[in-house]
């Protein structure tokens, strides 16, 4: 029987919408004139190379005050009869080769630098405490800001035990100064004492016995303790006998050039340079 015209409509959707189904679907054709990008391999962006600046160390701290007896004013072996005199002139200890040292490590700093050396040779350190008291007392008062001292530097307790005082009463001794700079909020750095030998003059020991038993005493008392660093100058001399002069007991300028070497490598390492990233 013949089909309607519209029953023929309907069934020509069917057959197309069939074929439509069974066919997957493609991507589109590009329309005519269209641009199609393809992969293009990009070379990086030129970069140059970063400029650094060779900019000289600035150490945190310039002004220093050295404090003990005539080791700290830089007497020599032939010195040996100074005793209770200021720092005789003309020597030259490890105040001034250590302020010789940072002014070179630290050109752009050069004019700040300033080393006050308050030495007394044959001071015991149990009676620098007055001493070093009066000392910081006139030193901070200062009204010049720049004049007062950041760090003290300690080094006595030789003459104490020479006179027969034990190895931890003279280490007591000498932690009682630094204690006394931190009661000025200074930084303290408190060397060890080299080892002594007996007199080849006079034939005394130089309390070269006590030694190692003082710096032993003098590290358990001022360990972990807030702004104060030991200095090993005991490790630094080992055994080197050269760096003692013949009185078994002062250094020789090698020794207080090695002296001087191990508080400038303490003060670098306690007050890092500003700017860095430390």
Not at 48 to 60: C, H, K, S, T, W
Request: glycine letters at 8%; a neutral charge; charged letters at 15%.
């Amino acid at each position: 029987m013949p089909c309607s015209s519209a029953a023929r409509t309907t069934v020509i959707a069917a057959l197309v919408l069939a074929g439509a189904c069974s066919q997957s679907p493609t991507s589109p054709t590009p329309a005519t004139g269209s641009v199609v990008v393809g992969s293009v391999a990009q070379e990086p962006a030129s970069v140059p190379d970063a400029i650094v600046p060779n900019v000289p160390p600035v150490l945190g701290a310039t002004r220093f005050v050295a404090f003990g007896d005539s080791i700290t004013c830089g007497v020599e072996s032939l010195f040996d009869s100074l005793v209770s005199l200021p720092c005789p002139n003309g020597t030259f200890g490890y105040p001034e080769r250590l302020r010789s040292m940072l002014r070179a490590y630290a050109p752009a700093q050069d004019l700040q630098f300033s080393m006050t050396k308050r030495g007394y040779p044959g001071e015991w350190a149990r009676d620098g405490e007055t001493r070093l008291r009066t000392e910081l007392a006139e030193l901070m008062s200062n009204p010049t800001l720049a004049a007062r001292p950041q760090a003290l530097l300690l080094i006595e307790g030789i003459n104490d035990m020479n006179n027969g005082t034990s190895a931890p009463r003279a280490a007591a001794s000498l932690a009682q100064l630094a204690q006394i700079g931190r009661l000025y909020n200074l930084t303290v750095l408190v060397g060890t004492l080299p080892q002594t030998y007996p007199n080849t003059m006079s034939g005394g020991s130089n309390a070269a016995e006590k030694i190692e038993e003082f710096n032993g005493e003098l590290v358990r008392l001022l360990s972990g303790v807030q702004n104060v660093h030991i200095v090993d100058l005991y490790r630094a001399f080992g055994a080197n006998r050269a760096l003692i002069g013949g009185d078994g007991l002062h250094p020789t300028p090698a020794g207080y050039d090695v002296i001087a070497q191990q508080f400038h490598a303490a003060i670098v390492r306690v007050f890092p340079v500003r700017g860095s990233l430390q």
